[in-house]
């Protein structure tokens, strides 16, 4: 069972849309949440973190189901910069703050 | 912005060899962490070090893999004997007391 799951994509968007990712998680005592972004053969990058409550950075916005073990990415207004790999990861509890990572779903923003 | 530092970006080494990843993580920073990534596939965690031991290692982390961090400031990871499925990107990252790791950009590890 893989511990997190993503759909690859890749989701091919013209500027200005929505978009909306989607990612499960198989520990439910996975402790943080958090979306980072990777560009080609670079490093992850953060995103931002994930909280229960649901949180907004600008044109970003992230959810957290607990009881679904549901993670959500939301990108409004989208620009071509956005281009890129989106992984969710889950940092699992009683770890040193290990972060366990999903694959990656791919975003291409077009003109 | 402090930044963590990985030398070289790109190594290319023929199977059997040792090799020696190197890392300079932020210098208030308490915890640090090597992952790795294969082209096309996901990061996966590989080993995690804390008041100058390791405090975690997954399955990938075999004997033929070590850290140390032998001066206060460099950080490195050793492959004892590389073999092709070792060519993967190798990321080493480190954080202070909160959850916000920094990530190096990384070491490009060709194993031939």
């Known amino acids: 069972r893989k511990e997190v799951e993503q759909d690859p994509g890749p989701f091919n968007v013209p500027e200005g849309a929505t978009v909306a990712f989607n990612c499960t998680y198989s520990?439910?005592?996975?402790?943080?949440f958090f979306w980072y972004r990777q560009d080609c053969r670079k490093e992850p990058k953060l995103l931002m973190s994930?909280?229960?409550s649901g949180n907004e950075d600008g044109r970003f916005t992230a959810q957290l189901n607990r009881a679904s073990q549901y993670i959500s990415l939301l990108i409004r207004d989208s620009k071509l910069s956005d281009s890129a790999t989106y992984l969710c990861v889950v940092n699992t509890a009683g770890s040193q703050g290990n972060l366990i990572f999903g694959k990656g779903t791919k975003l291409s923003v077009k003109p | 912005e402090p930044e963590v530092t990985q030398t070289p970006s790109h190594q290319v080494t023929q199977m059997g060899q040792e090799v020696i990843l190197r890392c300079v993580p932020i210098s208030n920073h308490l915890y640090f962490y090597w992952y790795r990534q294969i082209l096309g596939q996901k990061v996966e965690f590989l080993v995690s070090f804390y008041n100058n031991e390791i405090s975690e290692k997954s399955e990938i982390f075999d004997d033929q893999f070590s850290v140390e961090r032998p001066d206060g400031s460099n950080f490195t990871l050793k492959i004892r004997s590389t073999k092709l499925e070792d060519s993967a990107m190798y990321f080493c990252?480190?954080?202070?007391?909160?959850?916000?790791?920094?990530f190096g950009s990384g070491t490009r590890l060709t194993v031939v």
């Open positions: 520990n439910s005592a996975s402790q943080s």
């Open positions: 994930v909280y229960s």
């Open positions: 990252a480190s954080r202070g007391d909160s959850y916000g790791y920094t």
